[in-house]
């Protein structure tokens, strides 16, 4: 019902920057709450940060306050990270998601296909 692909992920240095962005198609009507999430090898997924699609609060993980920033064109149905001052333990797969409510740790319903971040040192 709603599709989500995620483009902007790449190689950086220590330190650099990266914007991913996340476009949303299908029934994005429903979208309430909007999030990024983050997997590395041997690790579960992580919450990295969410936002209310319509109100705009946020809801940050402690591990990317200060750095990361979540942004929404709600007209352009995308979704974006911009990640500064990146460190090598953001090394991941960054998957965007959607669901209908406003819960931002809630369970998420839609998935994209992830992007790969690699932060070398």
């Known amino acids: 019902q709603v599709q989500l692909v995620e483009s902007g992920g790449g190689l950086v240095q220590a330190g650099g920057s990266l914007r991913l962005s996340c476009a949303a198609s299908?029934?994005?009507?429903?979208?309430?709450?909007m999030g990024w999430f983050r997997q590395s090898p041997g690790k579960e997924r992580e919450f990295v940060v969410a936002?209310?699609?319509?109100?705009?609060?946020?809801d940050y993980a402690d591990s990317v306050m200060g750095r990361f920033t979540i942004l929404r064109d709600n007209a352009k149905n995308t979704l974006y990270l911009q990640m500064n001052n990146l460190k090598p333990e953001d090394t991941a797969v960054y998957y965007c998601?959607?669901?209908?409510?406003?819960?931002?740790?809630?369970?998420?319903?839609?998935w994209g296909q992830g992007t790969q971040v690699t932060v070398s040192s």
């Open positions: 936002i209310n699609w319509i109100r705009g609060n946020t």
């Open positions: 998601a959607s669901r209908s409510g406003f819960s931002l740790r809630g369970a998420y319903d839609y």
């Open positions: 299908g029934r994005t009507s429903s979208i309430l709450s």
